[in-house]
């Protein structure tokens, strides 16, 4: 079946850190891959998204890069600030059409 | 455009009881969802719906059912609480049900089942 594991969290960083969340996959076909972001009280948001191959998803400084050789989506940023502090989801849509989540990562930002 | 909207936001039921969880959408959109998110795992889907008048199953159906009378609103009936309910539940609707598609997705009830 189709399934998404990415790291464990929590994650504590200080501002202006590096981070790297990774992802890696399993689906057959190919399906898109989606980073949704979720900031505390609120719902889900698309962070970025790649559809094929060699894709690079990038937004608000944020990049991940579909690798189908290693069946992996990380996400990264180079520098990141308290406003980033979030939960952050790696999920694909497979050919079915159902989205299928990791169980998110807790990423939390100290000044 | 208000999105996809949920109420309530907090719910606390007592064990047998049921309740509606309401969801509504004013982006036209055709597709609709129900998640729900328990602690450190993972969105699993409930239900969906392709259009007014089509629901079909997702991952974890049992304990749940759902209807679609509108374009705008997917409601979910939980008819005898469980525990094992205790979750928060999000909503969300997308224009085409291709690989490509975002998710909007709502902003969850939280729902406790004592």
């Known amino acids: 079946g189709n399934s998404v594991t990415q790291m464990e969290g929590p994650v504590t960083l200080s501002e202006e850190a590096f981070l790297t969340i990774n992802c890696t996959y399993t689906a057959t076909g190919y399906p898109s891959l989606f980073w949704y972001v979720q900031y505390p009280g609120e719902g889900l948001q698309l962070l970025l998204k790649?559809?094929?191959?060699?894709d690079k998803g990038s937004n608000k400084g944020f990049e991940a890069t579909y690798r189908k050789e290693t069946t992996s989506f990380h996400l990264e940023k180079g520098s990141v600030q308290v406003s980033d502090s979030a939960v952050y989801f790696c999920a694909l849509i497979p050919s079915d059409y159902k989205l299928s989540f990791g169980a998110g990562t807790t990423v939390t930002v100290r000044a | 455009n208000a999105g996809v909207t949920q109420t309530p936001k907090f719910r606390i039921l007592k064990i047998g009881q049921s309740m509606t969880l309401q969801c509504t959408q004013d982006?036209?959109?055709?597709?609709m969802y129900w998640y729900r998110q328990d602690p450190g795992m993972g969105l699993k889907l409930i239900y969906y719906s392709v259009g007014a008048g089509i629901t079909d199953k997702g991952e974890v159906p049992n304990g749940y059912n759902v209807s679609r009378s509108t374009t705008e609103d997917f409601p979910l009936r939980l008819e005898l609480a469980a525990p094992s309910q205790t979750s928060v539940y999000f909503c969300?609707?997308?224009?085409?049900?291709?690989?490509?598609?975002?998710?909007?997705f709502g902003p969850g009830t939280r729902l406790t089942v004592l």
């Open positions: 790649a559809t094929k191959a060699d």
């Open positions: 969300a609707s997308s224009d085409q049900l291709g690989t490509t598609n975002e998710q909007f």
């Open positions: 982006m036209n959109h055709n597709y």
